[in-house]
């Protein structure tokens, strides 16, 4: 259904100047249209704050604070704001029009892009928060929704409606307001904000173009944050294997769980970035991401969202999904900036204990005082040593549901096993009353296991059993490792290591085989001499013509005389269509400069016999193959000279 014909703007003009033709966002504190200047006949972009949210202060403050910092920034990279007014209980922005669509669509539609295509919309953007930066303001909710790529190609950062100036920017103790998905562990934590907590987001951007999933993901936003402050972000080639190291330490470095270790702010990063670029080939810039890997659609870690600080500290607990601002930008033409969650209408208390329990709630202090009224108990089931899933059923079983999963690293209990429960098993519970599970994440540091001389996919299940995952892999001769076994581990085995860590296996690809010089043989010789070499023969459909060698016998191999193949490696031959002909031209009783124009023109090469009656002629008299006749091209034709 068009929802564009139920909205009431559509089609009225604001301030008596902006012409509202349809609209193309919509979110929980603005809707933004598509709109005509009528005074400057222009193509703009209104984004409305919804009525409900005029009368609050504190949102209009932010609302008009994004027009203010905006448009001190006068960079290519950043979406312009023109104008900001307001008209009746309408408060708006005029802003610069983009017609394209965001990074986060491009990331839905093909998932994972080349590294040549991530660096070219990551340097933009950094150079759009790098003047935002250097002109004293952090942006804090970058993510693929607020970068924007025109039609013509342009990259071009929105939504500033979070941003706050660095020198008022501290620390909150009430709420974190921005993105679960990207927000940097001191946000988390303690609410503080500086250019670094943008590093760190287009870190984790970097890392979902690279791969095109995010670094961490959970069945509830508190999982999701516990990871950004208990874990680090990943290698993007423990999930995309071949990636390039410069790529994984520039990951890495914007994403370094403490702020002191990256860079100071974005145009920093920029140059790291820069850097990161000038050390890779052209093959390794448009090496195509695999095509199994899928951008995850919008979730509410998507979101601009109000996180209470008794969700961060000292571990997340669950953040209630109608808290989440359920902003939804379909077309990605402008995004529009999600806001704190609003409440509910107030209902009725049933007591002043209910009211108490509500406004602790609301204020993220949490209450640990039970209501009671008439029903029926059970006990918790037996859940310990239980796998999650099997955790799940028992409790489904008894007629209870799981509120919330918590993850904890244990010495002593396998990863995936419950370690724990609240109420604990053997209590009393109400009947449909919900039960919060623990779940072992397995020790906290795990040794790297010796997996040399295993075959990758033993490996690769080994180091998964013991709590790490498989990272990259490259392949080297060994003299000593079959092929297909791993030869080594970065880092060795034994070296103590975060669970969930990737570790870098390097295959052997077994002796290698010198690889025999097979050209100007015929394909029969060719092909026994390499196979008894214990390699691969194909033939090219190409054919050259060649004058060093006969029609039929091979021309060229790839790979070349004296290169190093594994057994089993393919080696190419192009055979040989002999010498390319070409007709001589007739230069008989021409002056011997025409002759050899003529005959190097041809592509032969020229050879002039004067003998004693010739010394001092300049006539041709005869050639040594008659004019009209073929020869091959580059042979020599001698002309006398009378």
């Known amino acids: 259904m068009d929802t564009t014909l139920q909205d009431p703007l559509v089609g009225q003009v604001l301030d008596g100047r902006y012409r509202v033709d349809a609209r193309i966002a919509a979110g929980g504190m603005a809707t933004v249209y598509r709109a005509l200047d009528t005074r400057l006949d222009r193509v703009l972009a209104l984004k409305v704050m919804h009525p409900a949210l005029a009368a609050d202060g504190s949102f209009v403050e932010r609302f008009i604070r994004e027009a203010k910092s905006v448009a001190r920034l006068d960079h290519p990279n950043v979406v312009q704001v023109f104008d900001q007014g307001t008209d009746g209980s309408y408060v708006y922005l005029a802003m610069e029009y983009i017609a394209g669509c965001t990074l986060r669509d491009v990331l839905r539609e093909r998932g994972a892009v080349q590294p040549r295509a991530a660096l070219d919309i990551l340097e933009p953007v950094l150079a759009a928060l790098g003047a935002a930066h250097r002109a004293g303001f952090v942006h804090r909710d970058m993510k693929p929704e607020n970068v924007l790529i025109g039609d ?10 979070l941003v706050r100036s660095v020198d008022t920017v501290t620390s909150t103790t009430g709420a974190v307001l921005g993105t679960v998905s990207y927000l940097a562990p001191e946000q988390i934590e303690n609410g503080t904000t500086d250019p670094r907590v943008d590093v760190y987001a287009c870190g984790v951007v970097l890392y979902e173009m690279l791969t095109g999933a995010k670094p961490y993901s ?19 080639s423990a999930l995309v294997p071949g990636l390039p190291v410069a790529l994984d330490e520039l990951v890495a470095s914007a994403t370094a769980r403490a702020p002191e270790d990256r860079p100071e702010d974005a145009v920093a990063l920029l140059a790291q970035a820069r850097q990161a670029r000038l050390t890779l080939t052209e093959e390794q810039l448009d090496a195509l991401p695999p095509q199994a890997l899928t951008a995850e ?41 999600p806001v704190p ?16 329990v509500a406004v602790l709630v609301v204020l993220g202090v949490g209450a640990g005082v039970w209501y009671i009224n008439s029903g029926q108990f059970t006990k918790v089931p037996p859940l310990l040593a239980k796998t999650e899933a099997e955790a799940r059923d028992r409790l489904d079983s008894a007629g209870l549901d799981v509120g919330r999963v918590k993850r904890a690293y244990s010495d002593t209990v396998e990863r995936g096993t419950v370690i724990g429960s609240d109420p604990a098993p053997g209590a009393r519970i109400r009947d449909h009353g919900k039960v919060t599970l623990t779940v072992s994440l397995g020790p906290e540091t795990v040794n790297v296991p010796n997996v040399e001389g295993q075959t990758l996919a033993k490996a690769r299940a080994g180091l998964k059993a013991d709590g790490l995952e498989p990272g990259m892999v490259t392949r080297e001769f060994s003299e000593d490792v079959p092929a297909g076994s791993v030869i080594r581990t970065t880092p060795d085995a034994g070296t103590k290591r975060h669970a969930g860590s990737a570790i870098a296996l390097t295959v052997s690809k077994g002796s290698p085989v010198d690889v025999p010089d097979v050209t100007g043989e015929d394909l029969d010789s060719a092909r026994d ?16 013509h060649s004058s060093d060698y006969d029609k039929g016998t091979v021309a060229a191999q790839t790979p070349d005389e004296g290169s190093e193949a594994a057994e089993g490696d393919t080696v190419t031959l192009t055979l040989s269509e002999g010498p390319e002909m070409v007709e001589v031209p007739d230069v008989v009783g021409d002056s011997v400069d025409d002759a050899r124009d003529a005959l190097e023109e041809a592509g032969f090469e020229v050879k002039e016999d004067r003998g004693l009656l010739g010394l001092f002629g ?18 020599t034709i001698k002309i006398t000279i009378r």
């Open 152 to 161: 013509d190609g342009r990259v071009k950062v929105a939504d500033f409606g």
């Open 218 to 236: 959970g069945e509830s936003p508190a999982q999701v944050l516990y990871q950004h402050l208990h874990a680090d972000v990943p290698p993007p």
């Open 297 to 337: 659609h919008d979730t509410a870690e998507d979101r601009t969202s109000v996180i209470p600080r008794a969700l961060t500290v000292p571990r997340p607990r669950p953040v209630d999904e109608d808290a989440l601002d359920p902003a939804v930008d379909r077309t990605a033409r402008l995004q529009t900036p």
């Open 341 to 356: 969650p609003r409440r509910r209408p107030a209902r009725p208390p049933r007591s002043v204990l209910a009211l108490i």
């Open 529 to 544: 001499a390499l196979e008894e070499a214990g390699l691969k023969v194909k033939v090219s459909a190409e054919r050259i």
């Open 618 to 635: 300049d006539t041709v008299k005869k050639q040594s193959v008659e004019g009209g006749d073929e020869a091959p091209k580059g042979s």
